[in-house]
């Protein structure tokens, strides 16, 4: 049950807005302005290549610990295993699918589609 | 309709299309955050300004919980932001996609910038329509849904979903599957100018930041952990790929 008061609840609800806006947006910005600067010549070309590729390498990295950590069940212990391997079969047959057809609204679909069958076997 | 006009447009409808496959694991989840929320004892505006203001799964529940475990202010505040300090990696990612972006622009476009947005993002090839109003496109359809799933929740509960638990779990399996549709087509298929050097250190930055997720979630990192294994992965993919071209130039 809630005691926080209402103004103090406002508050601590638009801090954390703020503090999530800054932290996507001040990067986001400063890369921009660094950018600029490379392409006006201003920066060194090597390290800025360095820092380039290993950002591109950032998405992969960061979509990769998101996946692994959602087919990681939640939940408790005594069905742990059983999750685990709901999820591994299920992600398989997504594998397959998004290897094959490189389509991501299918893919999503058979994701959901698969995990539900799967849950009705195991 | 101008030339420019209707490239506009184009990349506007595909933006919308492309946050279909959001909008399916943003629902359900974001119904699931308005129910408990509510369970939680807010009220239906302070839900609804949560949703509106904070715009970030995790940190939102984890708030509804620590309220109503009385946590104090500050407590409730930097736990829910560490959650969400991964985020700090996002933006720089988007800006080598978008190289003329504007600062405006820019500021507009961070605010949605989910882990769902920005993998979207990221993964995206030589897309000729990519461009901001894409983004802004994908960006204003998936915060819609979300809110419009939060209100769903607040009003009506997740009951159809509570009373149908394997579909929730299935809907729950959305964001995985996203995750890997984004993931594993350039690792299996990958791009024509893409050389050995480049899938193999794309390889360990995968590999590594997988594991590094997995070990630090369960030694409980808590809000840290993508953000480590978001560096960590890259910078030993980065590594390997230069001892790779070092080997290969003896």
Not at chain 1, 55 to 62: D, E, N, Q
Not at chain 2, 24 to 47: D, H, I, N
Not at chain 2, 80 to 106: C, D, E, F, Q
Not at chain 2, 212 to 234: D, E, R
Request: glycine share 10%; aromatic share 8%; net charge positive.
């Amino acid at each position: 049950m809630i005691v926080l008061a209402h103004k103090q609840l406002i508050l601590t609800i638009l801090l954390i807005g703020l503090g999530t806006y800054l932290m996507r947006a001040v990067p986001l910005l400063i890369a921009i302005s660094m950018g600029r600067r490379e392409r006006t010549g201003v920066s060194g070309q090597r390290g800025n290549r360095i820092v380039s590729t290993s950002l591109s390498l950032v998405g992969p990295a960061i979509i990769s610990a998101l996946l692994a950590l959602s087919l990681v069940p939640a939940g408790p212990a005594s069905n742990f295993v059983e999750h685990l391997i709901r999820n591994v079969i299920a992600a398989a047959i997504v594998c397959v699918v998004a290897a094959r057809w490189r389509h991501v609204g299918l893919t999503v679909l058979t994701g959901i589609v698969s995990y539900w069958l799967v849950s009705l076997f195991l | 309709m101008t030339p420019s006009q209707s490239a506009n447009r184009e990349s506007s409808f595909a933006g919308v299309r492309a946050s279909l496959p959001l909008v399916l694991g943003y629902v359900p989840a974001a119904m699931a955050f308005g129910a408990a929320s509510r369970q939680a004892g807010l009220s239906v505006g302070e839900t609804v300004l949560t949703s509106l203001v904070i715009y970030a799964g995790a940190s939102q529940f984890a708030l509804i919980g620590l309220v109503a475990a009385s946590a104090p202010l500050a407590a409730t505040v930097s736990t829910s932001l560490l959650l969400n300090v991964r985020h700090v990696l996002y933006g720089p990612t988007v800006a080598t996609r978008l190289p003329k972006l504007r600062r405006p622009t820019a500021a507009v476009l961070a605010f949605a910038l989910t882990d769902e947005v920005f993998a979207l993002t990221s993964m995206l090839g030589k897309d000729r329509s990519f461009s901001a109003r894409w983004m802004l496109a994908l960006e204003a359809v998936t915060y819609g849904s979300w809110l419009g799933g939060t209100f769903i929740g607040v009003v009506a509960g997740d009951q159809f979903l509570t009373e149908f638990p394997s579909l929730r779990d299935a809907v729950g399996f959305a964001l995985p599957a996203l995750f890997i549709s984004l993931i594993v087509p350039p690792l299996m298929v990958p791009s024509r100018d893409a050389t050995p050097t480049t899938r193999w250190r794309t390889w360990v930055a995968v590999a590594v930041a997988s594991a590094v997720g997995i070990g630090l979630h369960v030694a409980g990192m808590g809000g840290w952990t993508v953000l480590i294994a978001g560096v960590v992965g890259p910078l030993t993919g980065e590594l390997a790929g230069q001892f790779a071209i070092s080997r290969n130039a003896e």
